[in-house]
């Protein structure tokens, strides 16, 4: 079942969004039958009540879901996407007191909470549907919805499954759906293309490296979307252990949420050109595997000491930044799961940002409170830059002693923007790690709907 709407029907059933706050004035206007049932079932409005109202023949003559209180619904997100799962199959129509933002917040999470992961078992989908509720945008939150169901299946879907072959081939299929142009260096062509990081990561893979390079219109500002696609990560020869590598299959989350969005802002037409560029390897070990202690030289011209082949995401977004610094966009934006000290420091649900224009950053996080889709701004400090030159070579990939992990590896990835005035870096989770309203565990994207909420500050559309 796609996530949309259901059509308006005669017999879709009136549903109540009840907050605490507002439960005990509603139930005064109600029959004393309903509030005699209400009060049998216990119903209380908390976040992921349901309950179902007979009329006076037995039939269901309307249902009733909780929102929770102010408090509750500041700890979490999507409070009516947790009564999808639990009220019965049927077309229902919402009632709430709920406008904007909020109102838009209700629908999308309705949406998303539909979403399963059935390639490999069957998922069974709540039977429950909503009507788009009056004064949203449907079209609008169907199309960021798809766009968040691409970005979970790539993710979720494993390795085996999921390499650099199928990951381009996610690219063609979504730039066909769209009239976008796509262009792919693969291999050995990376060395004569100016690609060498890219390739050193990649090489060690019977599986060819490669950078996907996505055209979209042509006219309007420019924006290039950089997105981390290492379809596994072992670790390379400074192998993981096996707890770390357990969920590696998400590696390539940055490129999976590049893709997501590059569907948002396509299917809506925003007036941009839009370019979307992924590179896709598998971190592998062969005899062909980069080692420590080597020193690659970049497609900037920069010099890389490698201290650490588990930093191989930085390597190759690097080759893919000098690329898109080249054309000088009005804006770059890079994502990847990058660092793990990016959990250590905000956890799963945050998805901690770098820019370096004021106004950049606060439209970003204005545009994340509005639509629910929190981020947090960490610093390009400059005092941290001399913790990634390790003196043998321009840049070191894997700093010594732990500390800023993730500022380093975001200084590191802005040292191959040079020409191009606005950059913005995300480091993303992509991974929910435990089922919560409308987000089932899995593959997630983060930043997305921020930036597509933004994007008309941020480029003037």
């Known amino acids: 079942m796609p996530l949309q709407f259901a059509p308006a029907s005669d017999d879709a059933l009136p549903l109540y969004a009840l907050s605490k706050e507002t439960l005990a004035d509603w139930r005064a206007g109600q029959t ?5 049932w209400l009060d049998m079932l216990e119903f209380s409005a908390g976040i992921g009540e349901v309950a179902l109202v007979p009329d006076k023949d037995g039939a269901a003559a309307f249902a009733v879901a909780g929102l929770g ?25 919402l009632h709430a007191e709920l406008e904007g933002d909020d109102l838009n917040e209700a629908a999308l999470g309705w949406l998303l909470a539909g979403y399963r992961y059935d390639r490999y078992a069957h998922a069974p989908r709540p039977g429950a549907r909503l009507v788009a509720p009056t004064g949203v945008d449907a079209a609008a939150l169907e199309i960021i919805a798809a766009g968040e169901a691409l970005t979970r299946d790539l993710i979720n879907t494993p390795s085996s499954d999921m390499g650099p072959s199928e990951l381009e081939t996610a690219a063609r299929q979504l730039a066909a759906d769209h009239g976008a142009k796509v262009s792919v260096t693969v291999g050995e062509a990376l060395l004569s293309q100016g690609f060498p990081m890219i390739h050193a990561v990649g090489r060690a893979s019977p599986r060819a490296p490669r950078l996907i390079d996505m055209r979209w219109g042509d006219t309007g500002p420019t924006l290039t979307l950089v997105g981390k696609g290492v379809c596994f990560d072992t670790g390379g020869l400074n192998l993981k252990p096996g707890a770390s590598m357990g969920l590696m299959k998400k590696d390539m989350g940055g490129a999976a949420a590049v893709l997501g969005l590059a569907h948002m802002i396509m299917s809506l037409g925003l007036k941009l050109q839009l370019r979307v560029l992924i590179p896709a390897v598998e971190n592998a070990v062969s005899g062909a595997a980069f080692r420590p202690q080597d020193i690659l ?8 000491e490698i201290n650490n082949t588990d930093a191989e995401g930085r390597l190759v977004l690097a080759d893919a930044l000098a690329l898109a610094d080249e054309d000088c966009p009005d804006l770059i934006i890079s994502m990847a799961t990058l660092t793990g000290a990016a959990r250590v420091a905000v956890g799963p649900d945050l998805a901690p940002f770098f820019a370096g224009d004021e106004a950049d950053a606060l439209a970003v996080q204005s545009a994340a409170h509005q639509v629910a889709d929190p981020v947090w701004r960490l610093p390009f400090h400059e005092p941290y830059e001399k913790m990634i030159e390790p003196g043998v070579a321009d840049l070191d990939n894997a700093p010594k002693g732990g500390f800023a992990g993730t500022i380093t590896a975001a200084l590191f990835l802005r ?6 005035e606005r950059y913005m870096h995300f480091d993303i989770y992509g991974w929910q790690p435990a089922a919560l309203p409308a987000r089932p565990k899995g593959g997630m994207g983060q930043g997305t709907r921020a930036l597509l909420a933004a994007l008309p500050a941020l480029l003037e559309l």
Request: aromatic fraction near 6%; avoid cysteine.
């Open 69 to 93: 209180d102010a408090r509750a619904r500041a700890r979490g997100r999507f409070a009516l996407a947790a009564a999808r799962t639990k009220l019965p199959a049927g077309t229902y129509v």
């Open 32 to 36: 004393p039958q309903a509030r005699h």
């Open 415 to 420: 040292r191959f923007v040079t020409e191009s």
């Open 297 to 304: 030289t970049s497609r900037k011209g920069l010099t890389v």
